[in-house]
């Protein structure tokens, strides 16, 4: 295996550098290496050793890894119609055809429905990705819902407390009544999970009928001024900020 000096600024933690392709979080990375997965110039890898990605070959299950050159983070505001997943689902039109390339490390946080719209990120930073969405992390996530009628006390009452999923109560979340009319009212809520279609689901359960559902928020980010369909590249310096607010730290390796 190659020799390596510990002072060169490439030299970096295995897990750090699957988890920076997209492979998921350093801790679900480690158990790649643990599972004897990963080889470093051929050579089965161990919990603890660098490498450098940009000289030595990395595999994952025989596949040689790709690493990014540069950390890439977009956030769309998704327009309804469109599916988020990452394989062809029968003809349905993908994200990711509206991105400027489809690379197989460029990851979304927090699906959205095909209906659902608004603010969905992308990046190719796994450890992002997995503190932005993982329950553990209680990330905000702000929703921007039209529904017919008005929201009774009781209603904000019961979503606010938590609303029985599939045997289990969600979190407690937080309504505010944007606006309102005997045919349909805007309601904002904060929520601090991400199961399968929740938003809708707490809605339905109470009796409500969603006519229109958005993201505007997760945690610091906001869909600001960016149009249907569009996107924003994140610059280095927001994604450091992001990072730091997500409680990455910014050490090399
Ligand atoms: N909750 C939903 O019901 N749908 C989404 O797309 C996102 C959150």
Known sequence: MKKISN???NFIRLQKILSK???GSRRSCEELILEGRVT????????GMKAN???????????????????????????????????????????????????????YAGRLDVNT?????????GELIYRLTHPKFEIKKVYEVIIEGRLSKNAQAQLNYG?????????????????ESQDRSVVEI???????????????????TIFHL?????????????KRGKYKVISKGELEKLRVTVGISTGTN
Do not use: W
């Open 7 to 9: 002072s060169d600024p």
């Open 21 to 23: 392709c997209g492979y």
């Open 40 to 47: 470093i110039d051929g050579q089965v890898a161990k919990l």
């Open 53 to 107: 990605p940009f000289e030595q070959s990395i595999l994952l299950d025989d596949q040689l890894i790709s690493y990014p050159t540069e950390d890439t983070t977009i956030v769309m505001n998704k327009p309804s119609g469109f599916i988020v997943s990452t394989k062809d689902e029968n003809g349905i039109p993908n994200i990711y055809n509206l991105l400027p390339y489809h690379s197989n490390t460029l990851r």
């Open 117 to 125: 719209e608004g603010l969905l990120l992308f990046s190719t930073d």
């Open 163 to 179: 609303i029985n999923l599939d045997g289990t109560l969600t979190k407690p979340a937080n309504i505010k009544i944007i606006s």
């Open 190 to 208: 904060i929520i601090h999970e991400g199961r399968n279609h929740q938003v809708r689901r707490m809605f339905e359960a109470i009796g409500i």
């Open 214 to 226: 958005r993201r505007i928020s997760i945690g610091p980010l906001n869909l600001g001024a960016i």
